[in-house]
């Protein structure tokens, strides 16, 4: 839910996740898509699965849900910036098909000192470069190491 859903919820009960679910009109539909492999950045206390993510059907097996139109496709579980195969699955042509009947793309990031600028910028403009890309809305949780960013 979103925020003004959780206030609504909490004060006044008039919430869509109130209503009965025979009753809605619409659903939104995500897609998690665990399918980055490996990360740049080596986070203390990070326990994310980072190998043996990505299989070579993962798209193909998406793609055949046939579904019209999906709100959001999640990119994890890696981070997407850190991610070794990042630059890979965008430039995929599945993934720009998947991308053309979704909202945008949810991911998550820490933009760390290891890894270099540079490679963030070719990340950013290869999605600028694409007009798929360049339409979508992002949602982005940023993780921040507060020790870092205060020293």
């Known amino acids: 839910m979103i925020t003004s859903d ?8 008039t919430s869509s996740a109130n ?3 025979s009753k809605h009109r619409s659903f939104k539909i995500q897609c998690i898509l665990d ?13 994310v699965k980072k190998k043996h993510n990505y299989h070579d059907s993962a798209l193909d097996n998406v793609l055949s849900l ?3 139109h999906m709100d959001d496709l999640v990119l994890g579980p890696t981070d997407f910036f850190g ?25 998550n990031t ?29 949602d982005v949780q940023i993780a921040v190491d507060v020790y870092k960013t205060l020293t």
């Open 83 to 107: 991610a070794d195969n990042i630059l890979q699955i965008l430039e995929d042509p599945r993934m720009i098909e998947l991308c053309r009947s979704v909202e945008g793309i949810q991911h």
């Open 110 to 138: 820490s933009i760390d000192g290891d890894v270099t600028d540079d490679f963030v910028k070719d990340v950013i403009s290869y999605l600028e470069s694409n007009e798929v890309y360049t339409n979508l809305n992002y």
């Open 35 to 47: 399918i980055l492999e490996g990360c740049k950045y080596h986070c203390p206390g990070c326990f």
């Open 19 to 21: 209503i009965d679910i």
């Open 6 to 13: 959780w206030s609504d919820y909490l004060n006044i009960g």
């Open 66 to 68: 046939n579904i019209d």
